[in-house]
Protein backbone atom coordinates (compact mmCIF):
# COMPACT_ATOMS: atom_id res chain seq x y z
CA UNK A 1 0.00 0.00 0.00
CA UNK A 2 1.18 3.37 -1.20
CA UNK A 3 2.40 5.68 1.71
CA UNK A 4 -0.03 8.98 2.58
CA UNK A 5 0.14 11.93 4.12
CA UNK A 6 -2.07 15.06 4.79
CA UNK A 7 -1.95 18.04 2.53
CA UNK A 8 -0.92 20.02 5.76
CA UNK A 9 1.91 17.91 6.77
CA UNK A 10 3.11 17.72 3.20
CA UNK A 11 3.22 21.43 2.94
CA UNK A 12 5.05 21.67 6.30
CA UNK A 13 7.89 18.53 5.13
CA UNK A 14 7.43 19.27 1.55
CA UNK A 15 11.01 19.52 1.27
CA UNK A 16 12.22 16.66 3.23
CA UNK A 17 9.45 14.62 1.63
CA UNK A 18 11.05 15.34 -1.58
CA UNK A 19 14.34 13.78 -0.69
CA UNK A 20 12.47 10.48 1.00
CA UNK A 21 11.15 10.26 -2.45
CA UNK A 22 14.13 10.78 -4.55
CA UNK A 23 16.04 8.21 -1.92
CA UNK A 24 13.25 5.50 -1.10
CA UNK A 25 12.02 5.96 -5.13
CA UNK A 26 8.34 4.79 -2.66
CA UNK A 27 5.40 7.04 -4.13
CA UNK A 28 3.79 9.13 -1.71
CA UNK A 29 0.07 10.43 -1.88
CA UNK A 30 -0.72 13.54 -0.83
CA UNK A 31 -4.67 13.80 0.58
CA UNK A 32 -6.99 16.26 1.62
CA UNK A 33 -9.41 15.93 3.85
CA UNK A 34 -9.01 11.97 3.84
CA UNK A 35 -9.17 11.70 -0.11
CA UNK A 36 -6.42 11.36 -2.53
CA UNK A 37 -5.53 14.88 -4.36
CA UNK A 38 -1.69 14.09 -5.66
CA UNK A 39 0.97 11.30 -5.97
CA UNK A 40 4.58 12.50 -5.70
CA UNK A 41 6.67 10.24 -7.95
CA UNK A 42 10.30 9.61 -8.01
CA UNK A 43 12.00 10.26 -11.77
CA UNK A 44 12.80 7.89 -13.82
CA UNK A 45 16.83 7.81 -14.01
CA UNK A 46 18.29 9.30 -16.54
CA UNK A 47 19.29 6.98 -19.46
CA UNK A 48 23.08 7.26 -20.82
CA UNK A 49 23.72 9.71 -23.61
CA UNK A 50 25.93 7.47 -25.39
CA UNK A 51 23.95 4.88 -27.21
CA UNK A 52 20.47 6.30 -26.63
CA UNK A 53 19.38 6.23 -30.32
CA UNK A 54 21.02 2.73 -31.27
CA UNK A 55 18.50 0.64 -33.30
CA UNK A 56 16.70 3.62 -33.89
CA UNK A 57 17.96 3.97 -37.51
CA UNK A 58 15.18 1.98 -39.73
CA UNK A 59 16.88 2.47 -43.11
CA UNK A 60 20.82 2.15 -43.89
CA UNK A 61 21.38 3.41 -47.77
CA UNK A 62 24.08 5.27 -49.28
CA UNK A 63 23.14 9.13 -48.69
CA UNK A 64 25.91 10.37 -51.39
CA UNK A 65 24.98 8.23 -54.13
CA UNK A 66 23.07 9.98 -57.25
CA UNK A 67 19.89 9.81 -56.97
CA UNK A 68 17.52 9.37 -60.36
CA UNK A 69 15.56 12.70 -60.19
CA UNK A 70 17.46 15.90 -61.75
CA UNK A 71 17.37 19.36 -60.28
CA UNK A 72 18.98 22.39 -60.13
CA UNK A 73 20.32 23.81 -57.02
CA UNK A 74 20.67 27.42 -58.55
CA UNK A 75 17.34 28.36 -58.59
Known amino acids: MEKTI???????????LLDEVATSRE???VT???KPVARLVP???A??????????????TDIVAP????????K
Open 6 to 16: GAGDFKARCLQ
Open 27 to 29: PLV
Open 32 to 34: KHG
Open 43 to 45: MPP
Open 47 to 60: APLFGALAGSVLEE
Open 67 to 74: IDVEWNAT
